[in-house]
C-alpha cells in the first residue's frame, strides 16, 4: 500500500494538465435524496442515480457540460431524468489537483406523468488528474426541479417544485487540445560580456595576475611566478590578530588557502612566515607575540594544507616594520598581521 502511494505521488509530480480546447465524454454512479418539506419529497426515499456527459473546455478555467442523468427513488413509483448544460469552472485552472464549480439549467422528465419541468442546478466538488487523459471526480449537486407533477398524478400538488441533492462519482476521458501544460518560454539570454584579457605590464613574460614581482624589467630572467633569482616575492596574506592574541581565525581560511595553493603550485620555493606588531606594550613582549603568531600561521599551514615543514620558517619582527601610523585604532589593528616572503 505504501509503495502504491508512493507511486501516485511520484506520478502527481510528473505532468499538469491544460483543458484548453479539450473534448471529454464520460460517466456517473452515485446516490440522490430528496430534500425540504414538499410532499414528494416527504414520502420519496433516496436511491441510485448514474449519468452520462460530454465536455469542452474554453480554457484551463471555463468549461461546458452536456448532461443526462436518471435518479431514482424508494417508495414511489417515479424516477427524474434531467438532459441539460452545466457551466463549470475549476479553480485551479491547469493543476493535476483542483476544486470544481458549476452552475446548470436542464430538462426535467418524471417518469409516472407526461409533464415536463426546468431543472436549475448547482455543483461543487473535486477533479485529479488519474492520467493526462483521465479524471476522476467527486461531485455534489442540487436540482430544483420547477413544479412537480403540475398536471395530475398520485402526488398532484398543483406547481410546487421539488428539490433533489445527489452526490456522486464520474469518471471523464479527453481528447484533443492540450494534453499537457504549456511549456514554458525559453529563458532569456543576457548576453556576456567579453573577457578583457589579461596584460603583462612589466613584460617579463608572466601575467599580472601571477607576476608576484610585478616592477622586474623586461628582458630579466624571471622564474614562474615573475620574479628574478635576486628578488623576493612577498605574499600578504592579511590575517590580523585581536590585541595580545595568536590564535588563528577561520576567516582566514582562504586567504591561507590561496597561499597554500601557491606553494603547492611551485614545490621548489620555500616561505618565511613573519609576524608584525602594533607598538603597544613592551618591545620584547611584542617580539615574542609575533613569534608566536608567525608560528600559528607556519602550523595552520602545515595541520591544515598539508605543506611540508621543511619548507617553512617563522620569524618574529614585532613593532619594527610598521605599515601604518600606531596612532589610531585602526592603523594598530593593520599592523597586527603576517606575511609570507617566498624564495626560490
Known sequence: MRMFVLMLLLVSSAFAADR???????????????????????VADGNSNWGIHGRYHFNSNWGVELGHSRHEFDDVPAALETTGLTALYRFNGAGRFSTLAGLGLAHADFNDTQDWRSVYKALAGAEYDIIPSLVASLIADYQYVDGRFGGGGEYAVGSNPSHVASARVALTWYFGGNKAAAKP???????VAPVAQEKDSDGDGVLDSKDKCPGTAAGVSVNAYGCAKEEKAEIKVNVEFASGKSDVQGQYRSQLSELADF?????????????HTDNSGAVALNKKLSQSRAEAVKNYLIKEFGIESRRLSATGFGPDKPIAGNDTLEGRQTNRRVVAVVTE
Open 20 to 42: 484548453t480546447g479539450q473534448f471529454g465524454v464520460g460517466g456517473s454512479l452515485g446516490w440522490n435524496s430528496p430534500v425540504f418539506g414538499h410532499p414528494f419529497n416527504d
Open 185 to 191: 518560454a525559453p529563458a532569456k539570454t543576457t548576453p
Open 263 to 275: 606553494l603547492k603550485a611551485h614545490p621548489n620555493t620555500t616561505a618565511v612566515i613573519e609576524g
